[in-house]
């Protein structure tokens, strides 16, 4: 087969078709301090995006432009990341009234980026639109607390749907305009959210399609109305809702944690495979962290083979930012997608 360009590659294998080989990615375009370290010690590069032509990966990823005031300090607002959701502002709300009395940021505050420009720098590539995160679930958690939010999800769930419904207005908001101004320059839209542990999911599948799923088909039918695929990020065990997924048109799944149970790379390629592309699949944890190249070098391997009948496998690692993760591992993830040990 002809040599692809890194955005042929990547189109082909969201419709499962056959590449020259997988493409690669450091999941979600993010070279954190010390791998850049690792790289700038090694190599003397410099920048990011040095490091991401070195590895050969495949994607590209354009961001939006946040113009509002610095977040609060000691309640992030609804949409920014918060790392303690043990209670939050609404930790004491029992009605409805008393969610939609909360004030949500201002959407206006989160701005397209000139993604035509992004287009033309990187023409040869697939071009990722990464609005932020925003979840419907994790938001809901950070706002009630995890425990008060899966409580109201069984006891109260009309005050948690009406709390997910304004998230997903704010989100909508912002959705929309970006993926309108993306619209013919960024070829996949991010979208993600968390709902699960390493074991299984936090709250029965059943209740995440009556609170969660018909507010992401709304989200996930904006990108796809604006001509992107989706590729949306969920961590841990959720094979119990993927056929959900797949039915409201999410088109691969980011981070596919293979050491969560029932995520293992074989089941997963022939369950899904062919329906379901999956981004990512090697392990930071333990792999990444504490192996050695060759063993990343053989998870590569039989990762690619798992998917080689249905295609639809993009090799990235299954998470970033930890500061374990070896250099030379990435190194030898992103060559051996390419089969250059």
Known sequence: MPSLTHRERVLKTFVFEKTDYPPCDLMEGCVWPE????????????DADTVLD???????????????????TQDPPV???????TAGPLAHATTIQEVEAYRWPDPAWWQPADYAAFSRAWPDHARVLCIGWAPLFWSACEAFGIDEALIKMIVEPKVFDAFVRRQNEFYLDILQRCSQAAQGYCDICWLGDDFASQRAMLMNP???????????????RVAREHGMYVLFHSCGAVRAVLPDMIDIGINALLVFQTTATGMDAASIARDFGGNMAFYGGIDIQHLLSFGTPEATIAEVRSNIQA???CGGYIVANSHHSLATIKGENIEAMCMAAKEEF
């Not at 050969?56 to 610095?70: E, L, Q």
């Not at 059943?206 to 996930?220: D, F, G, N, S």
């Open 206 to 220: 059943e209740l995440w399609r009556k609170l969660i799923k018909p507010y992401l088909a709304e989200q996930v």
């Open 35 to 46: 791998l850049m370290d690792y790289f700038r010690a090694k190599y003397g590069f410099q």
């Open 79 to 85: 949409g920014k990341h918060s790392k303690s959701v």
């Open 307 to 309: 998917f080689e009948r």
């Open 54 to 72: 070195f590895l050969g990966t495949d994607f590209r990823w354009a961001f939006v432009t946040y113009k509002g005031p610095p977040p609060l």
